[in-house]
């Protein structure tokens, strides 16, 4: 009995011994002395199993290779063709401009600057707020995404920039924006036009607004800096109870003109609010923006109309409206343009100060120094 098992336990140790480093502790010597490599475990670019003495690295979408027989392209592929492996930790040691598991995703470039927020291409939002993109109800602050089916979704990433910085790592300090002063009008005769937003409010029972009077809302301005101000609460007109009638809405109208004028730096020095109700209940409001640092066109205003409750900056009663009759747009397109340091002088980006040519002076160079 003894003599049967010493001869089998050399047998066993014969077929060990016949893988190669007896497949290195990371695999099953399998027949014919090949070795069956545990998961992410090989050797060579191939992956063979040889003696299982190598890692094999994490696989994702290739950035760039070869076509299939279908020209098909982006294939799984080892750091994703944009990384060396290192064998020894089964990690990827990416190319400059690639990071993360398999180096599947691209790095931001600078990282930002350490001024703005790295994001996948599919959050990347459009324009600036979210009525750039569709009006027809009041829509969050924010500005529209989209649904990305590309290829690269989930991979290619680039910066959005914080309030007062650009360029695509955000290392420019953005300058004032203001009207070039030397730009005529066509028809110096006809007046002035300054750029007009409507907003339009019914309430959700239209037959009445007993139903959101006192309620309050709030309004957000995005300047040309991407900086964004939200106004104290603005208690809604009603033609019911209070100052009601022409008093009340002269009294809202005049709620409206102060709240945004009392956005902090001045960022609108100086606005008009005109406003009326019509048969079907409606309430218009026409904002006009004739101030100095408001000069041309201006990013839609965003009404803030939901329940925002304890805890929330600023806190809002809300406002029952109906969804279809909510929009704002731009009734009137101002004769004033609005260029980077007034078009007459050149923005330092260190210090988003406007460096302006002889003859204007000025936080944007909008105001003429001296005749030239």
């Keep these: 009995m003894i003599k049967t098992l010493l001869i089998l336990g050399s047998f066993i140790a ?22 069956d ?11 063979m199993s040889g003696d299982c003495s190598e890692r094999v690295c994490p696989f994702e979408l290739a950035w760039v290779d070869t076509p299939d027989s279908l020209g098909n392209h982006h294939k799984y592929a080892e750091c994703s063709n944009k990384g ?3 064998r020894g930790t089964g990690e990827c040691e990416c190319f400059p401009g690639y990071e993360g598991k398999g180096c599947q995703r691209t790095s931001c470039p600078n990282d930002c600057s350490g001024h703005g927020r790295c994001k996948y291409i599919q959050n990347l939002p459009y324009a600036q707020v979210a009525a750039d993109h569709e009006i027809g109800f009041f829509r969050p602050q924010d500005a529209a995404t989209f649904t990305y089916y590309g290829w690269d979704n989930q991979k290619t990433r680039g910066c959005e920039c914080d ?8 290392s420019k300090r953005m300058c004032m924006f203001g009207n070039d002063v030397m730009d005529q009008r066509d028809d110096l005769t006809a007046a002035t036009k300054y750029q007009t937003q409507k907003i339009i409010f019914q309430a959700d029972d239209p037959s009445s607004y007993y139903s959101i009077r006192d309620k309050t809302f709030a309004l957000t301005f995005k300047s040309k800096l991407n900086e964004t101000f939200t106004t104290l609460p603005i208690p809604f007109y009603s033609v ?11 009294e809202f109208i005049l709620d409206v003109e102060g709240a945004l004028e009392r ?3 001045r960022v609108i020095d100086n606005v008009e609010v005109h406003g009326d109700l019509d048969t079907s209940n409606q309430v218009h409001l026409n904002i006009t923006f004739v101030g100095e640092h408001v000069q041309g066109p201006q ?16 806190k809002l009663s809300g406002l029952e409206l109906q969804l279809e009759t909510q929009n704002i747009t731009e009734v009137t397109l101002s004769d004033f343009n609005s260029y980077e340091c007034g078009r007459r002088g050149k923005c330092d980006y260190t210090t988003g100060q406007c460096n302006c040519f002889a003859g204007y002076t000025g936080l944007s160079c909008s105001t003429i120094a001296c005749l030239v």
């Design 84 to 86: 060396i492996c290192n």
């Design 240 to 250: 019911t109870g209070g100052a009601g009638g022409t008093a009340g809405l002269h």
């Design 299 to 314: 990013n839609l205003i965003t009404v803030k109309s939901i329940l925002c409750g304890d805890g929330c900056s600023p």
């Design 163 to 170: 309030p007062e910085y650009g360029d695509v790592d955000c």
């Design 14 to 35: 014969a077929v060990q011994s016949a893988c190669d480093n007896a497949c290195s502790g990371h695999g099953k010597c399998g027949s014919k002395g090949v070795c």
């Design 37 to 47: 490599c545990f998961d992410n475990w090989g050797m060579g670019l191939a992956h």
């Design 263 to 265: 956005l902090p730096n």
